[in-house]
């Protein structure tokens, strides 16, 4: 059972112009959401996070949205740039009081920044 | 501030021989995590440590995987036998529990092949 989907594996944009990555979550229980991005031979990084009492959060060139009602959340990549060229993993959690815990994590999305 | 250090980094092992990782965690996090990656897919979580306690191992095969955290400081992931289905990247992950938020930082990984 798949909790957290990203049904997009690949997706590829133009340098400078914006890249959507999805992410759909079925566990109601999930309050807390996190993107990693990943580069070859490196571990996960961690990217952005929103808690499930927003429903936007930004930080430089990389937003997330959150629609709760739709169980899904994007993230938005304004200008995108080569370097952005990556696999980036959906993350959600149950956030006990602040407690670090268990990530569930989605299958990723391989975005390519064209230069 | 150095990162998750793993060792080592690419492990190649004949079917039914023993296998170990190891993982050094960022100083001061008290939280240590094991996670899987398998081919196309997300991270998922085999155990979680909090301190020396292991506090989730749910999803640890503990007929042939053991794991533990002396000190509560580094830890070893073991595989005794190795089948071919281990196969994977085998993440470790590190977080400070109680600090408010939920990243983890992971390491860059140990690439097991079993041939």
């Known amino acids: 059972d798949q909790q957290v989907k990203q049904n997009s594996p690949s997706l590829s944009v133009q340098e400078g112009r914006i890249s959507i990555l999805n992410c759909d979550y079925t566990?109601?229980?999930?309050?807390?959401f996190l993107w990693y991005k990943k580069y070859p031979a490196e571990g996960p990084t961690f990217l952005i996070s929103?808690?499930?009492?927003?429903d936007k959060n930004e930080d430089g060139r990389f937003t997330v949205f959150l629609n709760k009602s739709a169980k899904h959340l994007s993230l938005h990549i304004v200008p995108s740039q080569p370097g952005d060229s990556a696999v980036y993993f959906c993350a959600a959690t149950v956030n006990y009081g602040g407690a670090t815990n268990k990530l569930i994590f989605g299958t990723g999305t391989l975005l390519a920044v064209q230069p | 501030e150095a990162g998750v250090v793993q060792s080592p980094r690419y492990k190649i092992i004949e079917k039914k021989q023993p296998v170990a990782f190891w993982c050094n965690p960022i100083?001061?996090?008290?939280?240590l995590y094991w996670y899987r990656q398998n081919l196309g897919q997300g991270p998922e979580l085999l155990i979680r440590y909090e301190n020396e306690e292991a506090v989730d191992d749910s999803q640890l095969p503990k007929d042939r995987f053991s794991a533990e955290r002396l000190k509560g400081v580094d830890s070893t992931l073991k595989i005794q036998p190795a089948e071919l289905g281990d196969s994977a990247v085998y993440l470790c992950?590190?977080?400070?529990?109680?600090?408010?938020?939920?990243?983890?930082?992971f390491g860059p990984g140990t690439r097991l092949t079993v041939l």
């Open positions: 566990n109601s229980m999930f309050d807390y």
């Open positions: 992950a590190s977080s400070f529990t109680g600090g408010g938020d939920n990243e983890q930082f």
């Open positions: 929103i808690s499930s009492i927003k």
């Open positions: 100083s001061g996090h008290n939280t």
